[in-house]
T-cell receptor
Framework: GAVVSQHPSRVICKSGTSVKIECRSL??????MFWYRQFPKQSLMLMAT?????????EQGVEKDKFLINHASLTLSTLTVTSAHPEDSSFYIC?????????????FGNGTRLTVT | AQTVTQSQPEMSVQEAETVTLSCTYDTSESNYYLFWYKQPPSRQMILVIR??????QNATENRFSVNFQKAAKSFSLKISDSQLGDTAMYFCALGQGGSEKLVFGKGTKLTVNP
């Protein structure tokens, strides 16, 4: 069945460095992907909507210069956390709809646990 | 703005018994979808059940069923014959479409006890 592959599953980086997280749709094309952030024991908060061939749409309060999103192809979206700080430590999850119809199923990646030291 | 409220931070149930998780929501849209997702310790988001708002019939998936009260904007999840593997965080979510961005509730941590 359709799967969304997210890598890496865990990453530890030093403060001030940048980290790239990849989200790939396997066996289907995704013109749209969604990026969520989940703090420990909290809910998922939508950060941005990634659109293939155009700029991402960011939710209010999300710094677009800090969280760079690139939807390079119909199967790949990347989230880059630039100049990471300890407060960026969190769990990041992507999701993608399989298809373009209103009723298309939504698939989630397995998430990336980012720790900034 | 769309909001989803889960008023039960934690719940527990004995194996084989039935438990109901509550969810209320608010939206100004007339067409929308509601979801229940399960997130086990692995953090993988697993779709449990979904309901289209225009359908009056409550969705059912094996041991999982919902009580969708559109006028009251309520969408509770009933788990029958609870199993140890049902232990997880459960999130109620609202979307304008079946494949659109979702607004999640804060979650309910369910523990099934042997």
């Amino acid at each position: 069945g359709a799967v969304v592959s997210q890598h890496p599953s865990r990453v530890i980086c030093k403060s001030g460095t940048s980290v790239k997280i990849e989200c790939r749709s396997l066996d289907f094309q995704a013109t749209t992907m969604f990026w969520y952030r989940q703090f420990p024991k909290q809910s998922l908060m939508l950060m941005a909507t990634s659109n293939e061939g155009s700029k991402a749409t960011y939710e209010q309060g999300v710094e677009k210069d800090k969280f760079l999103i690139n939807h390079a192809s119909l199967t790949l979206s990347t989230l880059t956390v630039t100049s990471a700080h300890p407060e960026d430590s969190s769990f990041y999850i992507c999701s993608a709809p399989e298809g373009s119809s209103y009723n298309s199923p939504l698939h989630f990646g397995n998430g990336t646990r980012l720790t900034v030291t | 703005a769309q909001t989803v409220t889960q008023s039960q931070p934690e719940m527990s149930v004995q194996e084989a018994e039935t438990v109901t998780l509550s969810c209320t929501y608010d939206t100004s849209e007339s067409n929308y979808y509601l979801f229940w997702y399960k997130q086990p310790p692995s953090r993988q988001m697993i779709l449990v059940i979904r309901q289209e708002a225009y359908k009056q019939q409550n969705a059912t998936e094996n041991r999982f069923s919902v009580n969708f009260q559109k006028a009251a904007k309520s969408f509770s999840l009933k788990i029958s014959d609870s199993q140890l593997g049902d232990t997880a965080m459960y999130f109620c979510a609202l979307g304008q479409g079946g494949s659109e961005k979702l607004v999640f509730g804060k979650g309910t941590k369910l523990t099934v006890n042997p």
